[in-house]
């Protein structure tokens, strides 16, 4: 039997072993189904010709209220959920959720974290139609214990991560780690404090409100070809995500990587690799070359940091060092945040 990972999504290997065979009944008006890489589903509302038909793009994510972050748990269950159908190139519209929390949960607890909810929904264009909410024992702290997000559009506007081609520019926003920096900042903010500058932890919890890709996306829909967010496994797993998912190979350059100051200093003290840290809020991209001009004066005009990092290719996956050594980019089999967050923890 397959090994699964000790925490975070299922591997590549474990998916396609254990998942991928079992979906039950087949529909041809699924365009996209489950894949690994691949953010959302989009299903066919009509029977049109392909590429003309009006289509659904949904996604569900869980969401953890681990202790540190209760404060921005509503927040980040709708950006989370939100970025993987903003990705797909649909706009998302509504949202249904489960709502899960432990006995002895105050009704201020509830009522904070509901209009967190409320509020980000009301900014991005999105309502909420339903779902389920309670308390229930075994649950050590508030879960969203499924959150479906789901809009509609036009199946020429789709741009899943299996639609690269080689040729293709890869890009990247903002940079790599910004979950893992945010999060480990506000977990271990006092330790963080005595070996750091205070101006750096602030910088580095600040990026907590980067961990949104839904600007990004609704920014590079119009230009890019496929879109990817970059969660588990960080920039280089979101990246080989894509290239599995679209069945072509990438090249990609280290010197080409921003590294913002907060994020190399916090993940240097956790000792934990960057470009595979968890990163919600990187937005990965396939843009075809004749518009990439189009997307710089874009994400310029809106002072969206924008990396190209490389071009995808039709074989071979490689990373290049920046001392021009050549490595093989591989799937990233488990984050290294998970272990510097529980040693965070733990003090």
């Known amino acids: 039997m397959t090994s699964l990972p000790n925490i975070g999504k299922l591997d590549p290997e474990s998916f396609n072993k254990l998942i991928f065979p079992y979906l039950g009944a087949s529909s041809s008006r699924v365009i996209l189904g489950p894949k690994h890489g691949v953010d959302a589903a989009v299903i066919a509302l009509d029977d049109a010709p392909p590429g003309k038909r009006k289509v659904m793009a949904v996604a569900e994510d869980p969401t953890f209220g681990l202790p540190v972050l209760l404060p921005y748990f509503g927040w980040s269950i709708v950006h989370i959920c939100a970025s993987d159908v903003a990705v797909i190139g649909i706009k998302p519209q509504f949202l249904s959720i489960c709502l899960l929390f432990p006995p002895e949960t105050t009704a201020e607890t509830v009522s904070a974290i509901w209009n967190q909810v409320h509020q980000e929904c009301e900014k991005l ?185 490389g071009e995808f290719t039709s074989s071979g996956r490689r990373f290049v060092r920046k001392n021009g050594t050549e490595e093989p980019l591989l799937p990233v089999k488990e984050d290294p945040f998970w272990q510097a967050y529980f040693q965070a923890m733990t003090g």
């Open 125 to 309: 264009g999105i309502s909420i139609v339903g779902g389920h909410t309670g308390i229930y024992p075994g649950i050590s702290y508030p879960l969203n214990g499924g959150c479906a997000v789901w809009g509609f559009g036009e199946e020429n506007e789709i741009t899943p991560a299996s639609s690269a081609r080689p040729g293709d520019i890869l890009v990247a926003t903002k940079g790599p780690a910004i979950e893992a920096t945010a999060i480990l900042a506000l977990q271990a903010e006092p330790a963080l404090k005595k070996v750091l500058p205070e101006e750096t932890v602030n910088a580095a919890k600040d990026l907590f409100y980067q961990m949104t890709v839904v600007p990004d996306a609704l920014l590079c829909r119009k230009f890019a070809r496929a879109m990817h967010d970059a969660t588990e496994g960080g920039l280089l797993g979101g990246i080989y995500e894509m290239t599995e998912a679209s069945g072509i190979g990438v090249t990609v350059y280290e010197s080409r990587i921003t590294m913002p100051e907060p994020v190399e200093r916090v993940c240097s003290h956790f000792r934990i690799d960057p470009l595979i840290a968890i990163s919600e809020g990187t937005l990965v991209a396939a843009v075809p070359p004749e518009k990439m001009s189009g997307l710089r004066a874009a994400a310029e005009s809106e002072n969206l940091p924008l990396l190209e990092l």
